[in-house]
Nanobody, 123 residues
Framework: QAQLVESGGGLVQAGGSLTLSCAASGKIFSINDMAWYRQAPGQARELVAGITNNGNTYYSDSVKGRFTISRNNAKNTVSLQMNSLKPEDTAVYYC?????????????????WGEGTQVTVSS
């Protein structure tokens, strides 16, 4: 059973920067895509950025050019560097990962979510 733990959320002024981190732990053999999602009050959860196990990245149009996602496969961690933050970036940010595990005689991928970390950007 894998576990994802986020850190780095907080309050920041508009135009400022913040870095989120997520660490995956447990009996994990490998991790496919890792990603960051966010959910604002009254809104649906949306994809912010993702990164494959080969280092290919993808971003939502609203954060492209401002956010940077990266990962360390040796440590099973993923980070999100957020620059030029705007009030509309305010949301709970969630870490997501597809983790390969061994159980009942076979290997398989399961999707895991972190508990979320609050990011608040003031104007």
């Amino acid at each position: 059973q894998a576990q994802l733990v986020e850190s780095g959320g907080g309050l920041v002024q508009a135009g400022g920067s913040l870095t989120l981190s997520c660490a995956a732990s447990g009996k994990i053999f490998s991790i496919n895509d890792m990603a960051w999602y966010r959910q604002a009050p009254g809104q649906a959860r949306e994809l912010v950025a993702g990164i494959t196990n080969n280092g290919n990245t993808y971003y939502s149009d609203s954060v492209k050019g401002r956010f940077t996602i990266s990962r360390n496969n040796a440590k099973n961690t993923v980070s999100l560097q957020m620059n030029s933050l705007k009030p509309e970036d305010t949301a709970v940010y969630y870490c997501n990962a597809d983790c390969e595990e061994y159980s009942s005689g076979s290997y398989y991928f399961s999707e895991y979510w972190g508990e979320g970390t609050q990011v608040t950007v003031s104007s």
